[in-house]
């Protein structure tokens, strides 16, 4: 009843997540699964749950086909041990059933030994357990023909998730036409224990759409639910959007760089021209910094929310200080310490290019001294000096002899700008028997 309820209204009524949280929150049989009968056209259930699964819904494009590249860059990017951990299911979701045969042909002679492996599932849902796709609300004056592709599109992908939903600990969602970057697996895996302890719904691993979202399993069902919910209302990119603030994430957690890139050039919904590229992506994103567990502090003048720990973060966040002064410092003190390979700081963003660091050095230390709160190194040795904003440098462990304690971005030179410290990467060196 509360289902039917909720239907009715909104059928009359746009979706307002502040709305409709209270009834969203007691829908019990949201985490129950939708009963499909699903064909397998390639591949059989999997013998023992993985750590991820990736999803690929796919349909029959009047233009250009990616569906077999974006297959293959997921097995090529990986190593054999990430393979180990992985399923794949690609959902064919096209009503043309000579077209589904065919895919499945092509699929199943380029990557046998997957689908042999049980890495690889190629499912399909018949028509007839889809709801009404014509005549739907017309929402943001959408042509009738967009409605009912956005609208089966949202069904082909509660259909995906509800199948993915016991397969292994972690999906992400991404489309037919994607390339990944290398190893992108053990990067998942190094952000999800990075966030240990802490609260998320949805972990972005790319700006575009819903490429590279991630979720927890156990909230599949209840994300299946709520896309055939409110299938013809919006968009599938912004339901995620609402389901994400409905389980009180208010924020994007979206990591850089990104580790998935949109390939496709033609749209799925009418071969349309779609030129939409990622330019965070980064296709050898293995090389990504370990930034040890350390304690952030600065004497600069912190803008609202600003604060020091966002520099330090993999998350796409900042530092935002108010014109500093010479001698103000932004410091890092590190929990124990540590051999550094590398460091890379980067000032500014690309809307405010002028906000800088336009005259400072960066240093790293030794010997702590001081109390719990105003700790910091007796001895600091300077490593170089910003350009342009920036600062990199490469086989530290052989220009510092000692194990770093902290490290600090000085500025020498006062300026009349604010200053952004969009990022601050720390590689540690691992000596070769680690």
């Known amino acids: 009843e509360g289902d039917k309820q909720l ?30 009968s699903y064909r397998y056209l390639a591949g059989t259930p999997l013998p023992r749950k993985r750590y991820l699964t990736i999803g690929l819904s796919s349909v029959k494009r009047k233009k250009g086909n990616y569906l077999l590249e974006t297959i293959k860059s997921i097995f090529e990017q990986s190593s054999y041990e990430e393979l180990k951990e992985i399923a794949v299911v690609v959902q ?30 190629v499912i399909h849902v018949p028509e007839d357990y889809y709801p009404v796709l014509d005549g739907l609300k017309r929402n943001y004056n959408d042509p009738e023909d967009r409605v009912k592709f956005r609208s089966k ?47 998320w719904v949805t972990l972005e691993f790319s700006k575009l759409g819903y490429i590279g979202k991630l979720y927890h399993s156990h909230d599949l069902p209840r994300l299946a639910h709520f896309l055939l919910m409110f299938y013809q209302e919006m968009p599938c990119d912004w339901l995620l959007i609402h389901f994400r603030g409905l389980l ?59 604060e020091a720990s966002k520099a330090y973060s993999s ?9 500093p002064s010479t001698g103000d410092f932004y410091g890092i003190v590190f929990e124990k310490p540590i051999k550094i390979s590398k460091i890379k700081v980067v000032t500014g963003t690309e809307d405010r290019q002028n906000d800088i660091l336009h005259h400072g050095a960066l240093e790293v230390g030794e010997k702590i001294v001081g109390s719990k709160k105003g700790r910091q190194c007796s001895t600091y040795l300077r490593l170089g000096e910003f350009k342009n904003g920036n600062f990199e440098i490469t086989d530290v462990e052989h220009k510092v002899l000692f194990d770093i304690n902290c490290m600090r971005i000085l500025v020498t030179k006062s300026q009349k700008e604010w200053l952004i410290i969009r990022s601050i990467s720390v590689w540690t060196y691992q000596t070769p028997n680690q």
Not at 20 to 33: A, I, M, R, T
Not at 92 to 100: I, Q, R, V
Not at 175 to 182: A, G
């Open 7 to 36: 239907i009715r209204e909104t059928a009359t009524n746009q979706l307002n997540p502040e709305r409709y949280v209270h009834s969203f929150k007691d829908l019990s049989n949201f985490s129950g699964s939708i009963n499909i």
């Open 315 to 323: 998350i796409d966040e900042y530092f935002w200080g108010k014109a």
């Open 153 to 199: 599109q949202n069904v082909d992908y509660a259909f995906l998730l509800n199948f993915c939903a016991n397969l292994s600990d972690y999906y992400v969602m991404l489309e037919d036409d994607v390339r990944c970057s290398k190893n992108f697996l053990t990067v998942v895996k190094k952000v999800i224990t990075s966030r240990e302890g802490s609260y």
């Open 248 to 306: 009180a994430q208010k924020e994007v957690i979206r990591f850089k760089p990104s580790l998935f890139q949109h390939m496709g050039y033609y749209s799925s919904y009418k071969g349309a021209e779609n030129k939409l590229k990622d330019d965070d992506f980064e296709e050898e994103s293995f090389d990504i910094p370990d930034n040890p567990p350390a304690n952030l502090h600065t004497n600069m003048n912190v803008f609202e929310n600003y």
């Open 92 to 121: 064919l979701a096209d009503f043309d059933s000579a077209w589904c045969e065919g895919m499945v042909q092509d699929i199943s002679q380029k990557f046998a030994h997957h689908i042999i492996a049980g890495r690889l599932i």
